[in-house]
C-alpha cells in the first residue's frame, strides 16, 4: 500500500477539466489567505472578512471529505490512499481555520512574523496537495468504470465471433449493443473532460472506429452466418473485428494515460501504430522537421556558432527536412515540375545553410554580424518557400482527387456487378478500386507531413487507417456479393460498407479543408453556419430556429464547395490570360466567379451569405447572369468561321441553358424543415457548380477563338451596349441590365448585372 500511497503523490499532474476546475475556487481563497499575511497593516474589516473565508474553507474542506470518504467505501483499492488523503485535507483545512482566527486578536498594526507566514503557506500547501490527491483518486474510480465496461465490450464482441446459429448472434449482438451503448456515453464524456487537445482527437478518433465498425459488423456477421462456406465474407467480418479490437485497446492506451503495465487490474497491449492513430511522436512530419530547423537557425542569433556542436545541429535538423519531403518528391501523383521545384528549394535551403554555417564560423564574438543577420534571413525565407510549396503540392493531389469524384462511380460499378454476378467483372475493378485508395492513402500521407497541429496529424493518421481498413474490406463484400447475386443479406452488406466508404471520403475532404485553413493563417476553425439559419427558405415564409448539420452533411457541403472553389480559381486564371479584360464576355464570367465564390463561402460558413434565403437569392442572380452570358457569347461565336473550336465552343455553350434552367427550378421548389432545406442547398450548390463549370470552358474556348482568327472581342458587334464601369453600376442606371430590382423583407439585397455590390467587395479581399 505505501508504493500505491507513493505513486498517488507523484502523480498530480492534472489531465481532466473537471479535476481543474474544482480547484480553481480553492486556489483563489488560499491565494486570498497566503496574500494578506504580506501587508503590514489590515482592517478589522478585513481581519473579519478573512476569517469567514478560513471558517468557509475548512467547512468546504469538511464537505469535500465526506464525499471521498464515501468513494473509498465502494472502492477497496483506493480505500487507504483516499482515507489518508481526506485525513491530510482535513487536517489543512483546520490549520488554515486556526490561522485565520489568531488574526482576529492580533494588532493588525504591526507586520506579521515570518513563521505565521510559513505557516499558512505550509498549510495552504498542504490542502492543495490534498484535495488534488483526493480528487486525481475519484478520477481513477471513474477510468476504472470505463475500463470495465469497454471490458464488458470486448468479452461480447469476442462472444460474438463464436457463435454459429441466428438465433445465438441476435441474442449476443442485443446484448453487446446494450453495453456499446453504455461505453459511448462514458468515452464521449471522457474525452470531452480531458484537457489536452491530442488526447481527445486520439479518444475522438478511436470512437469514431467504434461506430463504423459497429454499423458494419452486424450485416458482416449476418453475411458470414448465410454463407459460412465463403472465404470472401469470413475475411470481411474478421477485419471488422480487428478493427474494433484495436479501437478499444487505443481507449484504454488514452485512459490510462498511456501505461503499458496494469491499471487497476486491466493491462493493455497495444502496440504503437496498430490503431493508425498517432501514439508518440516518433515520425517526424515536415512541418515540424521545418519548425525545428527554423528554430535552430534563429537560435543562432543568441547562441551564434561558438559551440562546436552547433553546425552538426543544423545539417542534421536539415537532414531530417530532406528525409521527410521525399514523400512528396516519391509520390507517383506530385506532378514532375513540382517535384523539381522542391528538389531546387532543398538544395538551396543547404546552400543558404552553408553560407550561414560559413559567416558564423568567421565570427569572433557573440554580436550578430550584418552578413550572419542576412543568412539566417535568407534560410529562413527559402524554407517557408519550401513549406508554402509542400502545403500547394498536397493541395493540388486533393483537389485533382476529389474533382474526379471516382468513388461514387467506383462503388456503382462494384454494386452493379456484383448483382449481375460478374466475380471477373468485380476482380478488374478491385484492381481499380486499390490504385485508387492508394492515392487517398497518399493524400493522408501529404498531409500528415503539412499539418502544424497534433490534432491534425492525428486525423490524417486515423484517416489513412480507416481507409485503409475498409478499402479492403468494401472490395471483399463486392466479392461476396458476385459469389451469391441474389443473397439480400450479401447486398445489404456491400451497402454498409459503401456507405462507410463515402463517408469516410467526407471525413477526408473535411481534413482537407480545416489542414488547408490552418495552412492558410485561419488559425480558429471556422464555425460552421447551421441549417437552417433564420430567415425564408423557397416559398415558406415561416422563419425557422437553426438547426446543428450532421459531420456528414457538413462534409458533403465542404466537398462541393470546396469543388466549386477550384472551378472559381480556374475561371480567374482563364480570365486573366485576356489582353483586354473590359469586354463583355470577360465582365460577365468574373462576375458570376464573384458570385459562385460567396456561395463557396457561404459552405464554410464564412462570407455575406448569412442564411439559406441569401444562398438561394445569390444563386438566382447567377442563373440570370448566366442567360446573358449565354447571349453574349452566342453573338461573339457568330463571329468565328467555321471550324473544329467554333463547335467546341457552341458545344460547351449549348449546355448553359439547360444548366440554367435546373438551376432556377431547384429554386423556386418550396422547403420546410432542416432535411428538405439542406437537399435544396445540396443540389443548388451542385448545379451552380456545373453551371461554373461549364462556363469556364466557354470562356477559355472563347479565348482561343478570339486569339487564333484575331476577332476584335473587345466590343460587341452591331455597335452593343459595352459593360458599365463600376461607378457607373452604383449609379443604378435603368439600362436593360439594372431594370430588375429585387427586395428582400430579410436583407434587403438588391440585384444588378454587377451582382451585389456587397458580395463582390468581400469576395475581393477574401481572395486577395
Not at 222 to 234: E, F, G, N, S, V
Amino acid at each position: 500500500m505505501a508504493q500505491s500511497k507513493n505513486d498517488a503523490r507523484l502523480s498530480l499532474e492534472i489531465r481532466t477539466k473537471s479535476v481543474e476546475q474544482t480547484l480553481i475556487p480553492l486556489v483563489t481563497q488560499i491565494t486570498t489567505l497566503v496574500n494578506h499575511k504580506d501587508r503590514p497593516k489590515v482592517t478589522d474589516k478585513t481581519a473579519r472578512a478573512l476569517i469567514r473565508v478560513g471558517q468557509a474553507v475548512s467547512a468546504a474542506v469538511d464537505r469535500f471529505v465526506i464525499v471521498g470518504q464515501s468513494i473509498a467505501d465502494d472502492n477497496d483499492d483506493i480505500r487507504q490512499d483516499m482515507c489518508e488523503a481526506c485525513e491530510e485535507a482535513r487536517s489543512a483545512g483546520v490549520s488554515i481555520q486556526k490561522l485565520t482566527s489568531v488574526d482576529r486578536t492580533s494588532n493588525y498594526s504591526t507586520p506579521k512574523t515570518f513563521t505565521e507566514k510559513t505557516a499558512m503557506v505550509r498549510a495552504a500547501r498542504q490542502l492543495l496537495s490534498a484535495v488534488t490527491r483526493v480528487l486525481l483518486l475519484a478520477d481513477k474510480v471513474i477510468v476504472k468504470q470505463l475500463l470495465l465496461s469497454k471490458d464488458k465490450v470486448l468479452s461480447s464482441l469476442n462472444e460474438l465471433d463464436t457463435v454459429t446459429t441466428f438465433t445465438d448472434f441476435v441474442n449476443c449482438f442485443s446484448r453487446f449493443g446494450n453495453e456499446m451503448v453504455e461505453l459511448a456515453h462514458l468515452t464521449g464524456d471522457r474525452q470531452n473532460d480531458l484537457k489536452g487537445e491530442k488526447q481527445r482527437a486520439q479518444m475522438g478518433a478511436a470512437r469514431a472506429i467504434l461506430e463504423k465498425s459497429t454499423m458494419m459488423l452486424l450485416p458482416s456477421c449476418k453475411t458470414c452466418l448465410r454463407h459460412p462456406d465463403c472465404d470472401t465474407a469470413r475475411l470481411n467480418r474478421e477485419g471488422v473485428f480487428v478493427q474494433m479490437r484495436r479501437a478499444l485497446e487505443m481507449i484504454h492506451y488514452i485512459v490510462t494515460e498511456g501505461g503499458t503495465g496494469q491499471v487497476n487490474g486491466h493491462s493493455c497491449s497495444l502496440n504503437n501504430g496498430d490503431s493508425g492513430i498517432c501514439l508518440d511522436n516518433a515520425h517526424h512530419s515536415t512541418s515540424r522537421a521545418v519548425r525545428e530547423f527554423e528554430d535552430l537557425v534563429e537560435m543562432t542569433r543568441v547562441t551564434g556558432l561558438t559551440s562546436s556542436s552547433s553546425p552538426d545541429k543544423l545539417t542534421s535538423a536539415l537532414d531530417v527536412v530532406v528525409e521527410t519531403a521525399q514523400d512528396f518528391t516519391d509520390s507517383a501523383y506530385t506532378p514532375h515540375e513540382n517535384r523539381e521545384r522542391i528538389i531546387d528549394t532543398l538544395n538551396c535551403m543547404r546552400a543558404e545553410l552553408q553560407l550561414l554555417i560559413n559567416a558564423g564560423l568567421n565570427q569572433r564574438d557573440l554580436n550578430v554580424s550584418l552578413d550572419m543577420e542576412t543568412a539566417i534571413l535568407k534560410t529562413v525565407s527559402v524554407s517557408k518557400c519550401l513549406k508554402k510549396l509542400l502545403q500547394d503540392t498536397a493541395m493540388e493531389q486533393a483537389s485533382e482527387l476529389f474533382k474526379t469524384n471516382e468513388d461514387h462511380d467506383l462503388l456503382k460499378c462494384l454494386k452493379g456487378a456484383g448483382i449481375a454476378g460478374e466475380a471477373e467483372r468485380v476482380e478488374e475493378l478491385t484492381v481499380k478500386f486499390e490504385e485508387h485508395m492508394e492515392q487517398l492513402e497518399e493524400v493522408c500521407k501529404l498531409f500528415r507531413h503539412i499539418a502544424t497541429t497534433e490534432p491534425l496529424v492525428i486525423a490524417a493518421d486515423h484517416n489513412d487507417s480507416i481507409i485503409k481498413n475498409i478499402g479492403p474490406l468494401t472490395m471483399m463484400a463486392a466479392k461476396t456479393l458476385s459469389q451469391y447475386p441474389n443473397s439480400k443479406i450479401a447486398r445489404e452488406n456491400l451497402d454498409t460498407f459503401s456507405d462507410a466508404w463515402e463517408s469516410q471520403i467526407n471525413d477526408l475532404s473535411v481534413l482537407v479543408k480545416e489542414v488547408n485553413d490552418v495552412c492558410q493563417g485561419r488559425m480558429d476553425k471556422p464555425v460552421y453556419l447551421s441549417l437552417p439559419r433564420p430567415g425564408k427558405h423557397g416559398t415558406t415564409s415561416r422563419g425557422l430556429r437553426p438547426v446543428k448539420l450532421d459531420a456528414e452533411e457538413q462534409a458533403k457541403i465542404a466537398k462541393l464547395g470546396l469543388e466549386m472553389k477550384l472551378i472559381t480559381s480556374e475561371m480567374d486564371a482563364e480570365t486573366d490570360k485576356w489582353e483586354e479584360p473590359d469586354n463583355d464576355i470577360v465582365k460577365r464570367a468574373k462576375n458570376m466567379s464573384s458570385m459562385a465564390f460567396s456561395m463557396y463561402l457561404f459552405t464554410r460558413g464564412e462570407g455575406p451569405l448569412k442564411t439559406t434565403h441569401d444562398l438561394f437569392v445569390q444563386a438566382e442572380y447567377f442563373a440570370e447572369e448566366g442567360n446573358k452570358l449565354y447571349k453574349t457569347v452566342r453573338e461573339f461565336a457568330d463571329r468565328v468561321p467555321i471550324c473544329v473550336h467554333r463547335e467546341e465552343l457552341l458545344s460547351h455553350l449549348d449546355r448553359i441553358p439547360s444548366y440554367c434552367q435546373q438551376l432556377q427550378a431547384t429554386l423556386k421548389s418550396s422547403t420546410y424543415g432542416k432535411s428538405a432545406t439542406f437537399n435544396k442547398v445540396d443540389s443548388a450548390i451542385q448545379e451552380t457548380k456545373n453551371l461554373m463549370n461549364a462556363i469556364a470552358k466557354v470562356v477559355t474556348t472563347s479565348f482561343i477563338c478570339a486569339t487564333k482568327y484575331n476577332i476584335d472581342y473587345r466590343r460587341s458587334p452591331g455597335g452593343s451596349r459595352r459593360w458599365r464601369s463600376q461607378s457607373s453600376a452604383d449609379a443604378r442606371s435603368n439600362s436593360s441590365d439594372n431594370e430588375s430590382v429585387y427586395s428582400s423583407s430579410a436583407d434587403g439585397m438588391q440585384r444588378s448585372s454587377s451582382s451585389s455590390r456587397q458580395f463582390s467587395s468581400n469576395n475581393s479581399l477574401d481572395r486577395a
